[in-house]
């Protein structure tokens, strides 16, 4: 049976703009479900309740939720997340350096973490059951049952107060070479590709031994293939699918711990930029860096699912 | 009701042999948590001090014998603010588990023994939910109902709903196309027969796995929280907001920031390791 | 002449859950000379595999080579390290898995890894290995020998593929060649084929081949000498006609015996005291199933099963035989209710059946039972025995408490079963044991049908045995009438009073299961029952001999309509066959036959 990927991609596209649409929608009500609003933070102390309601009427905060969504939507589409209700200053501008930031951050992690966890993922599915394998799977199990806050702490204390390797701040305004950008980027990339990397690795090992377990592997191993082969040239394409998905399921679980590691490290990326904004609970600017979170997630899944459909070995189900 | 009373009554005496049955990961967890939740318990009432009072004017004192895990950043008794964040932590997590879990589980049996379309819609939502990274979810709900410990609850078990909604979906669906299945519908048995006599008890081994590990996550996600300042308020305690409060005592190696760390990585490493007990 | 296999005292142990050691193969020593063909038989969990892969030095994870000297064509395999090993695995000994299906790679074409063992061995250049590659499917008698290997695994059939795979083997001219149970995931009629270009392979380059399987009718076609195995251990070792005809261990000629199943003798129709018992319990009447589009009458383009009549007498046991992929799964499903037909109707006991379970009233749900082919599936692995059958009799007969146990206990009874079983899990149980269980719970229903879909199939032949004798004794005793469906000859012949024959989703024949052997019968049936192996050397001659004879030219274009059987068939007639459905020829004893030729001319069997 030949299966034709067009409608199966397409069926894959439809089902996250669906899960967009309600991810726009919540963001939405909880942010207007958010106590205060931004006319008390800017008026502070001097709030008399008159000033604050033309205050608010000036920001159109005192229109009815479904209007407001409806606005706000309206301008997302156009790709105008509105301005800034504490600064006026665009949402864009505010966004866009952090956004770029951030990028810079993930990036660099992903640069890190993917072929290193390719590289160990597979050097234990090579080496099961050895020592290597062993030790290798503990301290991933080890390094994904702590929490990120721990690594990011034992980061500045190793790197940081003990060696004096690298500030313990990311100043990133002060990168003008090669070297300084590694020193800036040390701690915090090193601390979110830990992470990333034991969970990565730990996903790519059991998707490869998964496909260690069928019947054509063993097959490879009586004609005397010799291991490297059998992983890279046997294992390897039809684990492609779910590799692919366990990549990008670890990188998006980065975006998690992306807001530790730029609280602690002082980092000016979006997480940082969103912890704040709530906080002055200047609604704009938080709907908008959610949802480019969001979409973030929403795209490296789906992109994952499209090369999995893509890839999926002939007959398979057979 | 009588039907599902006799189909509890059944489980029962299957229920004495169940620990037997349980494979060695799930049943070496559940031995742990058992441990853990006696330390929640009963610690706290063996605490020598409470949690609040300050004891010593040494700040970051180390061990000794009137302070057993020395002092913290305000000169208070480590070891009794210990016991509580234990309490807490545990109490925390295990309620937004449980929470997870069950609204999970039944969603996701739900999905299976219903129409197609109650499984797509609530698969979008799922996955919608899913897409929103949990600490910046868990950030902007407590942030819209306000800082206290129902709320955490609810926010980390709606956070790991999606989780468990898909592992237990994808374990009934599995479950519901085997053979024995089939040949109770064959036979006329009811939906409800179906689904809580044949395909639950088939299901509970891996879902009391997928259990613990959401546990370890909701762990982590508190820790992270009450390390951001969002979790667990002062004068209450937990064990992330332990590791905070105490993060300067790093630079002493002070018991006071060591300690609640070991004991938070204890908890969840512990957990994890005795779940992947099956080496291949 | 020196021994090229010789393996003396080989042990071979597993490493339990628990940390414990069990021993797989215990003390096996055995020999082959160059050339010779060695058959290693045993039913499963006897260790057969185990001791093949030994030979090459491997073992399954959680096993492990714990003893004894292995030797085969002057390598001390056991003494080899994993380089040595690698060397010496594809080129001085090669390997044909049981199922060609999963254990070619699926990601990568045919050819790809067929030359893969050449070229890990440096044994010949890219160019050189692809000739010999084209040579040795031709000599596999595989089709399109110059273009079978840019396909992927999953676009060719079983059959192809088992002859690819030893192509794969061969492509190194290894001294020797383990076959791993080749033929059991095929056809009767596709084996023969297989079988036959191994043979020749084998003889014609000098290859010394150790033959793993259960099948002792295989044993006799191709292996010089054969070990009988039993739980790890040598039980008996000789020349194969010595072993087949004289088996000198009690458990041999265990093993012998379950190769010839009693036939059931023909009993007579039972004779209609009234009017009622005359009526058949079960009839099926132009049953079609399929999927795919919908045309206008509401019939699907693809069909599964296409005008299917049947139907079962009071008392009788009717026997659906065909081989994979005819539609017999099919069938079982519709008449248990699970695939509602898109036309035709069911009938029990003259009321009209639903297509679906849902419809039918509950006491038509307890009179038609279903026993099915995998008791490891259809026994709930959380509940007791006991539980299993009790639920049923709740169900069906309201029975509770000790009243529900007393009969459960008695059905345990019924199966010979100990009461022991009755708080047991189906995990705990064997096969054998399961397939007893699922028994008793069809028969706690007290139902007038069984249906027997492929109950013997998974079992190893002497627990089969077992348990066909137990389906003829229940029904003799129950008076119950059953539909028993199979591919297996023996199987259908032990048990049948009554026989159709499944093809491509028509019945081709049907007739009565004493005459199946003998007499004129449809071009199709007469090919089946002369492809089932015989116990005796010289059978796989005698047949590829009579084979060559009548081969069908080359395979007209499929049209619809036409006897399924075209393709095959040596006898048809070009223009008609293809395109005319075949009318319905019945005869005074009750044989109906699919087929376009006149009654003399039909292929008759040989008495045997
Ligand atoms: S109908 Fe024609 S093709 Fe079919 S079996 Fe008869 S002779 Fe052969």
Redo the contacts between chains.
Sequence with gaps: MTRSLGPLILGRLAASAFSLAFVVVTIFAITAALPGDVADTLLGQSATPEAAASLRHAMALDQPAWLRFWHWAGDMLHADPGRSLLTGRPVAELVGPRLYNSLLLAGATAAVSVPLSLALGLACTMARGTVFDRAATVLMLGTVSVPVFLIATVAVFVFAVQFHLAPALADINAVHSPLQFVRVFLMPVATLSGATTAQMSRMIRACMIDVFSAPWIEMAVLKGVPPVRIVLFHALPNAIGPVVNAIALSLSSLLGGVVVVETVFSYPGMAGLMVDSVAARDVPVVQCCALIFCMVYLALTTLADVVAVASAPRGRDR | MSAVGAFLSRGGRHGAMFAARLAPGPRRALGLLAVWFVIAFAGPLLAPHAPGEIVDRDVFAGVSLHHWLGTDYLGRDLGSRLLWGVRYTVLICTLSTLLSCCCGIVLGIAATATSVWVERVLGRLMDGLLSIPSLLFALLVIAAAGESIPALILTMGVIYMPGSYRTSRALALRIARADYVTAALARGEGRAFVILREILPNMTGPLLSDIGLRFVYAVLLLSNLSFLGLGVQPPLVDLGSLVRENVLGLAYGAPAVVVPTLVLALLTVGINLALDGRRP | MTNLISVRGLRVTGRR?DGGDVPIVRDVSLEARQGEVLALVGESGSGKTTIA?AL?G?A??GCGISGGEIEVAGHRVDRLDAAG???????TI??V?Q?A????????TLHRQVI??AL??WVLPRREAERRAVELFRAMALPHPETIGAR????LSGGQLQRLMAA?ALITEPEVVVFDEPTTALDVTTQIEVLEAFRAVLAHRGITGVYVTHDLAVVAQVADRAVVLRHGAVCESDATAMVLERPRTAYARQLVEACHLPVRPARPAAAPADGAAAEPVLTVSDVIVGYGRVDARGLPARRILDGIDLSVPQGRILGIIGESGCGKSTLARTI???QPPAAGTLRFRGDILAGG??H?T?EQ?RRLQ?V?Q?AD????????VG?ILER?LE??HGLRGVAARAEALRLLDLVHLPHALFDR?PMELSGGQKQRVNFARALA?RPDLVLCDEITAALDPVVAAAILELMSELQATLGLSCVFITHDLHALRAVCDRVAVLLGGHVVEQCEAASLMDGAHHPYTQLLVSSVPEMRAGWLDEVAARRRATTPGPVPPAADGGCPFTPRCGLRVEGVCDRVPPPIINSPDGQRIACHLPPDELPVLPRT
């Design positions: 859950a892969l090459m491997h399954r994870a090993l690698r060397a010496f695995r594809g080129r090669s390997y898995a199922n299906g999963s254990a070619f790679n699926p990601a990568l893969e063992p890990t061995h992927y695994p999953h676009q794969m248990a209710g699970l379970v849902g039918r509950p749900r279903i099915a995998n599936l259809v026994l709930n692995p959380a509940w007791t539980a049923v169900f069906f899990r229903a």
